[in-house]
């Protein structure tokens, strides 16, 4: 393609002859259009190689993204502008207000459709990539391609893992490179059961990866998607089994310190189906800490904070672009619960704007209208993971998984983790029968219990340092407070003898 059509949405008062001539000169086809030229466009067959959109403008602009994400849904979206942290939909580059027309190449040259050409030609299977062999592509996203590979040994031993290799349009971009470090780096500092291992990170050819734990199973995505499919929803146990070693590796992720025992403060905050897997054992791994930061660091006013995470498990204040804490993470995992437990999203709305009020706002759906039936713990435990106001949520994921465990051990389910397992490999091969085996094993559970975190008498010590209550039998007090009367009546006997 000779010259590549970028399309320029609702944002002519950027326009300059200088930025004109050198979009030109570097070979693009930029038109500049209003938004209610943009259904019209698409429907004139023209593909664009992306979009640059005026970030001031979103709510007009909107619709035309709509109708070209509808022909593609992958076209790069450029944002123009100074609201990047307002805008509502996944966003691929930022272009500061004021930037000069080197800039606007900088921020645009990395979606050339010849780097992606480039990139299709070598992913045949079999692709020897540094010292792995890309056996198959597992998924694609707005930042990576996730490879089942295999690690060639010269013993003839070929470790099975996966490779997370940045997109050619990426590879340019310092944020992004930045953000695969930071994840291998971090790695080197987890070491946890439900946590997917890091093993290798490198360049080349110009292109940084990662090589990690390979995940026999799939995502919560996939896994949500099928119950859909099937007209089923997870089973209250086994959502609860699942989130309770999610929130256990959230635990020891937020605890974590450095070599020096310094706490790090850890907040992940990109917590959603897609970032958690299950093995075929019923075993869950948190992946992808690429944009895991400090808790309470100052907010990043550049363009990528807006990729921050996915807009429909964002706490309302991650979707504000305020600091957040560990609580965040948490608010994110009861959305995901909520999910599998419906399979529907916890915010409802028309539109995206609608959307992102409700996100704000904290105006999540009350899981007893979505799910008749839902236990009373598990309505509790929702409704505390999902309070807007941080005070109100669970102190930490600790005490989450403590009460989604009592929640269980009430039920007294014997075969819990053989019938996780068994829906786990019926779900995964989308099996008919997987209804008739939920309706069989779970239809007749109903639970109510008190749980760890509504017992002010039971109260666990604090695991960030806070003093444990004294646990007092409920008896004691009114037992001293007779043993005090009777005293005083026996000492008025004797000293009016």
């Not at 897997?277 to 808790?295: C, Q, S, Y």
């Amino acid at each position: 393609m000779k010259h590549p059509l970028l399309l320029i949405l609702d944002a002519d008062e950027f326009r300059t002859k200088e930025l004109e001539r050198a979009l030109q000169l570097k070979g693009w086809s930029a038109r500049w259009i209003g938004s209610a030229d943009g259904p019209a466009v698409t429907e004139e067959g023209h593909a664009p190689s992306a979009l640059v959109v005026n970030s001031g403008r979103g709510n007009a602009s909107i619709r035309s993204i709509r109708a070209f994400r509808n022909k593609d849904p992958f076209i790069p979206l450029i944002l123009v502008g100074e609201n990047a942290m307002s805008f509502p939909m996944v966003v691929d580059a930022y272009i500061p207000h004021g930037a000069t027309p080197d800039a606007w190449l900088a921020a645009i040259t990395p979606f050339w459709p010849s780097a992606v050409q480039s990139q299709a030609q070598q992913e045949e299977t079999g692709e020897i990539f540094s010292k792995y062999k890309l056996v198959r592509k597992i998924a694609s996203g707005g930042m990576a391609d996730i490879y089942q590979a295999e690690q060639l040994e010269p013993s003839g031993f070929n470790r099975v893992l996966v490779i997370k290799r940045l997109l050619p349009r990426r590879q340019q971009n310092p944020v992004f490179v930045k953000a695969l470090l930071d994840e291998a780096n971090l790695a080197v500092l987890l070491d946890h059961q439900n946590i997917a291992r890091v093993f290798d990170f490198g360049v080349e050819l110009g292109a940084c990866y990662i090589a990690m734990e390979y995940v026999d199973g799939g995502s919560l995505r996939a896994m949500i998607d099928k119950a859909k499919e099937l007209g089923i929803t997870f089973p209250e146990p086994i959502a609860a089994f699942l989130i309770t070693q999610a929130a256990g590796a959230l635990d020891y992720f937020h605890r974590r310190r450095d070599a020096g025992g310094q706490a790090l403060n850890l907040v992940h905050r990109d917590i959603s189906p897609q970032n958690i897997l299950v093995n075929m054992e019923g075993a869950v791994k948190l992946i992808d800490f690429g944009i895991a930061t400090a808790a309470n660091s100052a907010p990043d006013q550049t363009a990528e904070t807006a990729l921050h995470g996915k807009l429909l498990y964002m706490s309302p204040e991650q979707s504000l672009g305020s600091s957040v804490d560990h609580r965040s993470d948490i608010y994110s995992l009861g959305l995901v619960l909520f999910e599998m437990l419906t399979t529907e999203y916890c915010f409802n709305a028309d539109d995206e704007f609608g959307l992102l009020e409700k996100i704000r706002g904290g105006i999540v759906r009350d899981i007893k209208k979505v799910k008749l039936g839902v236990s009373k713990p598990m309505a509790r435990i929702l409704s505390k993971t999902l309070q807007k106001n941080l005070s109100d949520r669970y102190g930490s994921a600790h005490k989450m998984a403590l009460d989604l465990k009592s929640y269980l051990d009430h039920l007294k389910l014997n075969s819990l983790e053989s019938d996780v397992i068994a829906f786990v490999k019926m779900l995964h091969d989308v099996h008919p029968q997987t209804r008739a085996f939920v309706e069989s094993r779970f239809s007749h559970i109903h639970s109510d219990t008190v749980l760890p975190s509504e017992n002010i008498n039971t109260s666990a010590p604090d695991e960030r340092g806070g003093e444990a209550m004294v646990t007092r039998p409920a008896w004691i007090l009114p037992t001293i407070s007779i043993l005090a009367t009777l005293l005083a009546y026996l000492f008025w006997i004797s000293i009016n003898a």
